[in-house]
Nanobody
């Protein structure tokens, strides 16, 4: 069973940048699609971005297009989320998730098994 560990969260002012990292224990059949989700206080978990690790195809929520970039380093079994032009509404706990599919319905949290989530890293954006 793959293990995912997020890092890079913190507190920054609006307009600033952060880069989150998700380190996987290994790229396996369970890490064909890797994604970032976020959950703000009092809100449901929502998909932010995903990457099909085989081809490098990326996907983004409309709310972050043009500001966030998902990428990978296969040699390090790591996926990144570069977040620029951050807004207070980006404040949330960010989670990394993986699945064996080809990023089909990547934005749906239920697409990812309960055992394929990281513990999350907190991002706080102040105005």
């Amino acid at each position: 069973q793959v293990q995912l560990v997020e890092s890079g969260g913190g507190s920054v002012q609006a307009g600033g940048s952060l880069r989150l990292s998700c380190a996987a224990s290994a790229y396996t059949r369970s890490t064909i699609c890797m994604a970032w989700f976020r959950q703000a206080p009092g809100k449901e978990r929502e998909g932010v971005a995903a990457i099909y690790t085989g081809a490098g195809t990326t996907y983004y929520a409309d709310s972050v297009k043009g500001r966030f970039t998902i990428s990978q380093d296969n040699a390090k079994n790591t996926v990144y989320l570069q977040m620029n032009s951050l807004k207070p509404e980006d404040t949330a706990t960010y989670y990394c998730a993986s699945m064996s599919g080809g990023c089909r319905r990547w934005w749906v949290a239920a697409s990812y098994g309960k055992d394929y989530w990281g513990k999350g890293t907190l991002v706080t954006i102040s105005s």
